[in-house]
């Protein structure tokens, strides 16, 4: 059942994040962005890594897909049908494509993967909170910090253009 259940994430990450880059709609495109998402956070738990996935879908699911869902629907722009849907770059898009399809083969097939019969370490969203209230206590509040200066930036750029 497990097998089924990560061939069913893979294959639902797979259309959706094609689906992202050949659709039309730039607000159907988003929907399949959360979908690939969201099957990734399914991929997480099936790997028993349970903070991730909460993680990916608070972020990843909840804030960042609605906030470009958001930037979409408010800018008035996108939603005229002047915007033009074409790509000139076609042929430098694909010649980057194999590059990275080439560099990605490369370095899987240059890798040594250790495998360990050794089971994970249970309750890691417990253990993970630990360590980022004793030992990473500072870079934890460092990174709070820069999110609050990021925000009230933000609000002050955003009152500005208002005026």
């Known amino acids: 059942m497990e097998a089924f ?13 094609l689906a992202v880059v050949t659709m039309r709609n730039i607000f159907h495109c988003a929907l399949f ?5 969201f099957s990734v956070a399914g991929i ?12 990916q879908v608070l972020i990843y699911v909840g804030a960042v897909s609605i906030l470009i869902i958001f930037a979409i629907m408010l800018t008035s722009r996108l ?3 002047d915007v033009p849907m074409t790509n000139e770059q076609t042929f430098l898009g694909g010649f980057m ?3 990275l399809l080439f560099t ?16 994970p370490a249970p309750q890691t969203t417990l253990r993970i909170g630990q360590m980022l209230l004793t030992d990473y206590v500072l870079p934890f509040e460092l990174v709070s910090v820069l999110l609050l200066a990021t925000l009230i ?11």
């Open 153 to 163: 930036g933000a609000i002050i750029i955003s009152r500005q253009e208002g005026n």
């Open 104 to 119: 990605l083969v490369y370095a899987l097939k240059e890798t040594i993967f250790r495998v360990t019969a050794q089971a």
């Open 97 to 99: 494509s194999l590059v």
């Open 5 to 17: 259940t990560f061939y069913l994430f893979s294959f639902l990450i797979i259309v959706a994040a």
């Open 79 to 81: 939603a005229g049908r």
């Open 33 to 37: 962005l959360i979908l690939c998402l």
């Open 44 to 55: 997480y738990v099936l790997l028993h890594a349970e903070f991730l996935a909460a993680v």
